[in-house]
């Protein structure tokens, strides 16, 4: 099994096998579009293409009734006109691929332990480094770094092979567009590599506002030890502990608050952000931000969705209620409050930025006032990322939360099969189980929660025991 698992998932075996699917579904989508009343192609594709062509003819992409996305996804489709109608798929199917690559790269940062100020740890590390010279190759550091590659090209499977991202890219969602530009600033944050990082995160804020949501995460994430220098916050502390008086705990605070580097990575993505957005209003003036932006904000769609606010909006579709509007706005309060809480708690380091961001985006798509099966592309990206630190066990709690979330999924799809081709009045039940596959996505919430905190107390306890440890042996040898 082992063999199997290596031989299907590490490597370039892995990237190649979720190319070739995703080519074959491709290429099939083109028959069953031709072939069959039930279409394989998403419609976005089609609004995507249509807003293409105005593009191609100098006119504005909002020509298009329905585009409500940045004019750069319409010119980044312009060859669907020039070459052929499947361009942007592939597109769409080479960004999957990319984001697999980055997610490896990701998890080898995050396999690097984040050196620490304290004399006691560079001793312990020395000792360490000694020791590890006189190992012979092929020691258990050597099985377990294998045993870690191979869990690492695992987590990507999950990525590359996921059926759900497999589904939405090749229909031609271009939801994976923006989880690239995500990951990529991630990446390059984790690098340290700031200014570029802020510029990609700028860029995805402008191709879907929901990146902003991440904002107070990486500006917690960015504080005075962020390069890791070890003289600088060695030198601030001398200079706390020299000062006679009691230091300004406000100004001090301020300092912090608003470092150099958190004020270069704000300054820096939201010049980005604004200068694609001053440049694309220039073009096509007040239409393109109602679109783009501000009509998802008050937003009211109709049309059964997993969401669970959808049944109430269904109610007050063409009704010109004040409460109905007010209902509309208070909805996205759960939605900020839980995120506060969220960056506040989980920032501060590698591993618990990773967890951060993905309970943001899963806390973000399950209270959202629309939620379809496009929207959790967003938080699976981050999944394999979150799993590399976590206690949970696949088969025994991972495969309970996935069947739970399929069994949520499915019994809604079944409901609005009901609606959809049996045309039985099935609103209600949708509803019912779209509150019944939310409850099940807060405690998958929770277990992630919990299994992440588990990980980290294992690791505490495990770092401490072996801290007590060394000190013993060096008090024996004394």
């Not at 590359?160 to 991202?165: E, K, W």
């Not at 000062?243 to 150099?260: A, D, G, H, L, V």
Request: some cysteine; glycine content about 4%; proline content about 2%.
């Amino acid at each position: 099994m082992n063999k199997l698992v290596k031989l299907l998932v590490t490597g370039w075996r892995l990237y190649v096998l979720a190319l070739i699917i995703r080519l074959v579904l491709v290429i099939y989508a083109e028959w069953q579009d031709s072939n069959m009343e039930v279409k394989y192609t998403d419609i976005d594709y089609v609004v995507f293409s249509d807003a293409a062509a105005f593009v191609t003819k100098g006119l504005s992409p909002y020509h298009r009734s329905t585009y409500r996305y940045t004019p750069l996804l319409a010119f980044i489709m312009t060859p669907n006109t020039y070459i052929h109608k499947i361009f942007g798929k592939i597109v769409f199917v080479l960004t999957d691929i990319i984001i697999g690559i980055l997610i490896h790269k990701i998890l080898n940062q995050i396999k690097k332990p984040k050196p620490n100020t304290d004399d006691d740890y560079k001793k312990k590390q020395n000792k360490n480094n000694s020791n590890n010279k006189k190992q012979k190759k092929g020691s258990v550091n050597t099985k377990e770094e294998e045993d870690n590659d191979i869990k690492s090209d695992i987590l990507v499977a999950s990525w590359l092979l996921n059926p759900i991202a497999i589904n939405v890219s090749t229909r031609g969602n271009a939801e994976s567009i923006v989880s690239l530009l995500v990951l990529l600033s991630l990446y390059l944050l984790l690098n340290h590599q700031l200014i570029s990082s802020a510029i990609v995160f700028g860029l995805a804020s402008h191709f879907k506002i929901y990146p902003l949501l991440y904002s107070p995460s990486l500006y917690f994430y960015i504080d005075s030890g962020y390069y890791n220098e070890e003289e600088e916050l060695k030198q601030q502390k001398k200079t706390y502990q020299s000062n006679n008086n009691k230091p300004n705990e406000i100004i001090r605070f301020f300092k912090e608050f608003f470092n150099t580097k958190r004020v270069i990575f704000t300054i820096i993505s939201a010049s980005t952000f604004f200068i694609f957005n001053i440049f694309f209003y220039f073009l096509y003036g007040w239409e393109f931000l109602w679109e783009t932006y501000l009509y998802h904000v008050v937003r009211k769609d109709h049309r059964h969705n997993f969401s669970v606010y959808f049944y109430q909006i269904y109610l007050s579709t063409g009704i010109e209620d004040t409460n109905g509007k007010l209902i509309g706005l208070l909805s996205f309060l759960p939605q900020i409050l839980i995120l506060v809480v969220f960056s506040i708690l989980y920032s501060k380091r590698k591993t618990d930025l990773m967890l951060c961001l993905f309970l943001q985006t899963f806390t973000f798509v399950t209270f959202n006032k629309v939620c379809t099966v496009q929207y959790f592309v967003w938080y699976f990206s981050f999944l394999p990322l979150v799993l590399y630190r976590s206690s949970m066990k696949f088969f025994y709690t991972g495969m309970t939360l996935l069947i739970l979330w399929f069994i949520g999924q499915g019994s809604w799809l079944y409901s609005a099969y009901g609606l959809e081709f049996l045309g039985l009045n099935n609103f209600y039940n949708i509803w019912l189980n779209g509150i019944f596959f939310f409850l099940i996505n807060i405690f998958i919430l929770l277990m992630f929660i919990f299994h992440h905190q588990k990980y980290n107390h294992t690791i505490s306890f495990h770092n401490n025991n072996n801290h007590h440890h060394h000190h013993s042996l060096q008090s024996k040898n004394e």
